[in-house]
């Protein structure tokens, strides 16, 4: 009687039915506990993989893309490519390298519109509001225009001429004479196309573009500008400091916004000349 | 004994080859003709279909998704755009009217190579074969579930050897050989038909679709058996015969209800006596109940 209830109707005994069973849920569970630390892994984005325009954070970006490669193939540069087996970006998700293909920066911004699930952000419909990345000058020491010579090729290269990258001039110290015409990122407009490090002169680009999060810092979050909060507050927030006042004689003034010392019109008067042998003469004459 | 007549000889003989392959060939066509479809964009410019397996679109205009990505997706907390959802609807509908697994026999290529090695398992007489649940695809199909919602990714995607491969035929394969080969060995060596009939979640999730599915293999003529058994040893899920083929006295069949039915039609092809056909769920017992019927009648 025990044999008989104990079997189902498929002929399988409980034990075997349960061993069975257990035997597949902790053949799962093992692959589920391997899978979950590769997943840990795939998350780390390399920082020379830039992604695709209206990319969403990477960690949303990784459950919101199917990994379809249609942004692929809309691209009209064939910017993006897809992430194959054996290399270190999250299997089959679509990134390029600036240095090799940089986006173009289409104003119509095919891949987004061709991306299915939106794991390229629809709601981005100007190119020049993406942050693929930010540009960085990574290495001043081999940066040409750190040692006095004309280059700017990022400066014109960038398709946010004049406003993501500004040349400021420095004075050259070495010839004494000339100006530096330095190359600074502002990551108020650089969208991170990669173009300025495609374009980069030298044998390894002295300019790169890193993901967001590895190019900017953060102030912490206590952190107050005096000078700001002054300005939000109308008035300084600290005791204000005395006023500096140099001892000087009358009619004369110090101006501290740079003009320094100005003698006013009246002070001619002055017994003391500009000359300190004006007075020694003035002096033999007899006061 | 008898001394066994080799497998699928009968049929042969009885029918010829066209009529005891053409399944099997058609399938294969169909395999093949799929990928081309996709390969043909990027090889010579011809864009009749774009993207992969994953996400595609047919003429620019008709989007198709995989319904099970699209469910990780939605798991992991990503509401899509409205692109992905009506073609997960379109998919969803076409293996709803034509069975699931259709997907597993007649558009995914890793068909290809695990009944590769399921041929030559039976060449070569490999028998040995490690004992798995066929129920560990559904506990492996909860857990990529699982996973897209415990860590917010599409985890499986990450190792997935059926998208994986599908999408470095089109995209370039990298290392991708070597997920192909493993699943190869996997069957011919250590466990027969142990990745499509055992552990893909893909085909597990597609079976599901399959329980509700309108085209079903039916085995009409179920009464001329011979009982050779060719389309227990041919079949890849050889469990799903059983009911509809021998159900009668039970009142089962002899419609194939079982959503881990490929429709694959290797059946038909294999049997010399016909038993086995192509047909609608409901409709197809009807049709065997008129048959049933006429037979009746003529005798």
């Known amino acids: ?287 | 004994m008898e001394k066994r007549v080799p497998l699928g000889q009968e049929a042969l003989v009885t029918k010829g080859w066209w009529k005891s392959h053409q399944w099997l060939v058609l399938r294969r066509v169909s395999q093949l003709s799929v990928l081309s479809l996709f390969l043909i964009g990027p090889w010579f410019g011809l864009w009749i279909i774009k993207g992969n397996i994953a996400s595609s679109e047919i003429l620019n205009m008709v989007p198709l998704t995989d319904p099970y990505l699209l469910l990780q997706v939605f798991l992991t907390n990503h509401w899509p755009e409205t692109t992905a959802l009506i073609g997960a609807a379109i998919v969803l509908l076409f293996y709803l009217l034509v069975g699931g697994r259709v997907y597993c026999s007649w558009v995914c290529p890793v068909n290809m190579v695990t009944d590769f090695a399921a041929w030559l398992r039976r060449r070569f007489g490999i028998t040995s074969s490690a004992r798995l649940s066929r129920n560990t695809r559904f506990w492996i199909l909860a857990l990529t579930l699982v996973m897209a919602l415990v860590t917010g990714t599409l985890a499986w995607e990450l190792v997935n050897p059926v998208t994986a491969v599908y999408r470095g035929l089109i995209f370039g394969m990298g290392f991708g050989w070597a997920v192909l080969t493993a699943v190869f060995l996997f069957d011919l060596v250590i466990s027969s038909r142990g990745w499509c009939g055992h552990l893909c979640p893909v085909g597990a999730f597609y079976s599901l679709i399959g329980r509700f599915s309108l085209v079903r293999v039916s085995a009409l003529r179920r009464e001329q058996c011979n009982d050779c058994m060719d389309c227990f040893i041919i079949c890849p899920e050889p469990q799903v015969i059983r009911p509809a083929l021998k159900g009668a006295e039970q009142g089962i069949g002899p419609v194939i209800r079982d959503g881990a039915c490929t429709n694959c039609g290797r059946c038909i092809d294999i049997c010399s006596k016909d038993v086995f056909q192509l047909g609608l769920r409901s409709g197809g017992r009807m049709i065997s109940q008129v048959a049933n019927h006429q037979r009746e009648v003529l005798s």
């Not at chain 1, 986006?103 to 095919?110: G, V």
């Not at chain 1, 750190?146 to 990022?154: K, S």
Request: hydrophobic share 35%.
């Open chain 1, 1 to 287: 009687m025990g044999d008989k209830s104990s079997k189902s109707s498929s002929g399988v005994t409980r034990r075997q039915f349960l061993a069975g069973t257990v035997g597949a849920a902790c053949a799962a569970g093992l692959a589920g506990l391997g899978l979950a630390s590769y997943t840990r892994q795939a998350m780390s984005l390399p920082a020379h993989a830039i992604r695709p325009p209206g990319a969403l954070e990477e960690k949303d970006f990784l459950g919101a893309c199917v990994r379809c490669g249609l942004c692929v193939r809309d691209c009209p540069y064939d910017t993006l490519r897809l992430a194959q087996p054996g290399e270190d970006v999250a299997l089959g998700t679509p990134y390029f390298v600036a240095r090799e293909i940089p986006c173009e920066m289409c104003e119509d911004i095919p891949c987004i519109v061709a991306c299915p699930t939106g794991a390229l952000d629809h709601s981005l419909t100007d190119i020049d509001e993406s942050r693929m990345g930010l540009a960085v000058v990574v290495d001043q020491e081999s940066c040409i225009a750190f040692r006095g010579l004309r280059c700017e090729v990022c400066f014109n290269v960038c398709p946010v001429r004049g406003k993501a990258i500004t040349l400021e001039m420095q004075h050259n110290e070495r010839s004494g004479k000339h100006a530096l015409f330095i190359p600074v990122v502002h990551s108020s407009d650089c969208t991170g196309c990669g173009k300025c490090e495609q374009a980069c002169i030298l044998e390894e680009a002295a300019i790169k573009i890193f993901p967001l999060h590895l190019a900017k810092g953060m102030l912490g979050r206590h952190y107050r500008l005096g000078w700001q909060e002054k300005e939000k507050a109308g008035r300084s927030l600290v005791t204000p400091d005395v006023e500096h006042k140099y001892n000087l004689p009358e009619g004369m003034r110090y101006e501290y916004e740079g003009e320094g010392l100005i003698i006013e019109e009246q002070a001619a008067e002055t017994p003391f000349a500009d000359d300190p042998l004006e007075t020694l003469k003035r002096g033999k004459d007899g006061i």
